[in-house]
């Protein structure tokens, strides 16, 4: 899983792009690749469900601004916020829900606030769940929740290219006038169509959580026993198929049966002209 030339970081260290990072790849005042020695906010929490993500935004905020204070902010900067993993169904744990809500509720807050900082203008925030999970996705069990914030983004826009992962990456690499870091993101789509020459520097303003963010499971179920088995402590160490059971049962009712994962082949043609290109760029 370790690239021989490095992560994304390493990249913006080549190429001379200044960066930081929260909570990826380096927690709890530790660097955990040596080209974050230096480049990562030690206040940030690492991985631990206990910590709201609310609060890892208002620990965020304050070493943000002291940045954008300082002008001395980074031009990438990465950021964790990955409560929306879940407990599952253990007992006296937030709900499934309730984790899902105040996540995106702390999503929220990130957004607004660096749309109302004095960067905003020249800023583009990319979101991507992490992962799938191999879930019970009407459509594939690859697919996956992804947004691109930006004065410069369409706003109320549903955009229906075929992006991957290595799409938001290619992308990132243009703003920042990098090449590409492997054959993967050299050949994927820019998600350039996200974009329009015209900005509207409107400020975000976030909604309140629409669901009690306190919730707790109650039952001592079948799922709860399962979800006291898991390893929850670490991302993605507790076992796909089984994990997602349990979350949709907790959320559909603990006799509700989850759909099979759907997987669908797919192929993805790569014909950016020129014209593409230059607006990508």
């Not at 990130?110 to 459509?139: C, M, R, T, Y």
């Amino acid at each position: 899983a370790y690239p021989k030339e490095g992560f994304i970081w390493d990249h913006c260290k080549r190429a001379g792009i200044s960066y930081r990072t929260y909570g990826e790849f380096a927690d709890y005042g530790k660097a955990n690749i040596p080209a974050l020695e230096g480049n990562f906010c030690k206040a940030y929490p690492g991985y631990n469900l206990d910590i709201k993500d609310i609060d890892r935004v208002e620990v965020w905020k304050k070493d943000f601004d002291s940045l954008v204070a300082a002008n001395a902010l980074p031009r990438f900067n990465s950021v964790r916020l990955g409560n929306d993993h879940t407990f599952g169904a253990r007992v006296g744990k937030p709900t499934p829900v309730a984790m899902v809500a105040e996540n995106d509720l702390a999503v929220g807050r990130f957004v607004e606030h660096i749309s109302k900082s004095p960067v905003w203008k020249e800023s583009a925030i990319f979101i991507l769940e992490d992962d799938a999970q191999n879930g019970s996705d009407h459509v594939d069990a690859h697919r996956s929740t992804a947004y691109v914030v930006s004065p410069y983004t369409k706003r109320k826009t549903v955009i229906s290219e075929m992006y991957s992962t290595s799409s938001m990456l290619r992308t990132i690499e243009l703003i920042l006038g990098m090449k590409p870091m492997s054959q993967y993101d050299a050949a994927a789509p820019s998600m350039w169509k996200c974009f329009t020459k015209t900005p509207d520097y409107a400020p975000f303003t976030h909604k309140p959580a629409q669901v009690d963010t306190e919730a707790k499971n109650m039952a001592y179920n079948k799922s709860a026993k399962q979800s006291e088995e898991f390893n929850l402590t670490d991302v993605d160490a507790a076992p796909d198929l089984e994990f997602n059971e349990v979350i949709w049962k907790a959320v559909r009712g603990e006799d509700s049966v989850m759909p099979p994962p759907r997987r669908a082949a797919f192929l993805v043609t790569v014909e950016e002209d020129e014209e593409d290109e230059k607006k990508a760029k």
